[in-house]
């Protein structure tokens, strides 16, 4: 009986074994299957991961793309930037289109014989078209030749040439460039308004007008201020207009170069010593307003007219009765823009003053400022000639006759531009040499 136990005893410890066994070998069989269950949960993250990073990748393709390239335009200034005359008129011009287009200027000043003997103004062109130039501006008449050397020579540059009459269709010197436009003001309404305030302030009489060189320009700038000094004479003095002086003395140039040119100084005093109490200023600085306030501290009662720049009359205010200015940066945001957005078209551009507000700067190419040297009675009266033009006053309507006697309108012919432009002399009533020697 004994033996009955031990051996049930035995049997249930194998079984006790057997069952131990059955549930210990699954574990570690079991553990590997789940974990190639969850493998494929581990390595879909993965996969995704590329979804996340696409957007970091995409993003450098916005911050990354080359910015636009810059637009450059360069300005050949023929004298002094800061000369508070005709180039300071063109780099500030160039300033405002930096700032209201965001266009890059690159500029040389002094492009002249004198300040840069043996260099010619297509020469330095060159050299802003290195520094990134796709337009050059030449600002004066005195490069009227290089601008178009230049323009043929190079015709993927646009070129701009001021005062010039190269691509004028109807003008006499016509020649098909289509990189090359032309730009000028008509001054000719500015000057004749400085000419209107010089004759009503005058006490003798006697006006002066202090030119630079002689050429179609200066020879119709001269004539209409002596046409706006006439016709205010005439008719809001009701003076004789044979009893009205108006002497012309040409320097030589645009400004003085000591040695080959008259000083203006000396001409401006000239003037002030024989009796011209008001000196009309045709060249790009400032003399006749300086020697008119020295005049002015000597006890002398005397005036002047400045020319090209807005800012002129700060110089000298007590004896400034104005200034006729041009306004480049109509012109220059027509053209420059038209280069930039590559719709430039040769143009030959002769712009005017804005008769709703002829000191508008966004607007008018022409403008007249007056200085506090014009009297309240002179201002009013200058004011009524400027709505006079505005309504459509011309000045340039016959009979008109040369310096020489010759018939330049007959009656009630009005001139056209191109007999305007090219005024081969003086008027009849001025007194000064019409022709360079």
Not at 22 to 47: D, G, I, N, S, Y
Not at 278 to 295: C, F, M, R
Not at 354 to 368: A, C, F, K, M, R
Request: net charge negative; glycine share 8%.
């Amino acid at each position: 009986m004994k033996r009955y136990w031990m051996l049930v005893l035995l049997l249930l410890l194998v079984a006790l074994g057997l069952t131990a066994c059955k549930k210990a070998t699954p574990t570690p069989t079991e553990a590997p299957a789940k974990a190639e269950e969850a493998a494929p949960v581990e390595t879909e993250e993965p996969a995704k991961a590329p979804e996340e990073t696409e957007e970091p990748t995409q993003a450098p393709e916005a911050t990354e793309a080359p910015a636009p390239e810059e637009f450059v335009f360069g300005l050949l200034l023929v004298g002094p930037k800061d000369d508070r005359g005709w180039s300071q008129a063109h780099f500030e011009a160039g300033k405002m289109v930096e700032e209201k287009l965001g266009y890059k200027m690159v500029w040389l000043d002094n492009v002249n014989p004198a300040a840069r003997p043996g260099i010619t103004p297509d020469q330095l062109a060159m050299e802003l078209v290195d520094k990134g130039a796709k337009v050059v501006i030449f600002n004066s008449d005195d490069m009227y030749d290089e601008a178009l050397t230049f323009a043929q020579e190079n015709p993927d540059i646009y070129v701009i040439h001021i005062s010039g009459d190269h691509v004028w269709k109807e003008g006499k010197r016509y020649v098909e460039v289509p990189n090359l436009s032309n730009l000028m003001g008509r001054m000719e309404y500015g000057k004749m308004i400085a000419g209107c305030a010089a004759a009503l302030t005058t006490k003798t009489g006697k006006l002066g007008y202090l030119g630079p060189l002689i050429n179609d320009e200066t020879r119709r700038l001269a004539a209409s201020a002596y046409l706006g000094a006439k016709y205010c004479w005439q008719n809001y003095l009701g003076k004789d207009p044979a009893d009205l002086k108006f002497k012309v003395t040409w320097i030589g140039f645009w400004f003085h170069i000591p040695g080959q040119t008259l000083d203006p100084t000396q001409v401006a005093n000239e003037f002030f010593d024989n009796g011209y109490d008001v000196v009309i200023s045709g060249i790009d600085t400032t003399e006749a307003l300086v020697q008119a306030k020295a005049y002015r501290e000597k006890g002398q009662e005397v005036w002047a007219v400045p020319y090209d720049y807005i800012h002129a009359c700060e110089e000298a205010p007590e004896v400034c009765l104005g200034v006729p200015y041009f306004n480049w940066y109509p012109g220059y945001r027509q053209l420059i823009e038209a280069a930039a957005k590559d719709q430039w078209e040769s143009v030959f551009l002769w712009l005017g003053p804005d008769w709703q507000d002829i000191n508008n700067l966004e607007t008018s190419s022409v403008g007249y400022l007056k200085g506090p040297g014009l009297s309240e009675e002179a201002s009013a009266q200058v004011d009524k000639f400027i709505e006079e033009l505005a309504g459509g006053l011309n000045l340039w309507v016959g009979p008109l006759k040369l310096q020489d006697g010759t018939v330049y309108l007959k009656e009630g012919e009005v001139a056209t531009d191109v007999q305007i432009w090219y005024l081969p002399q003086l008027l009849e009533g001025m007194e000064g040499q019409s022709v360079a020697e």
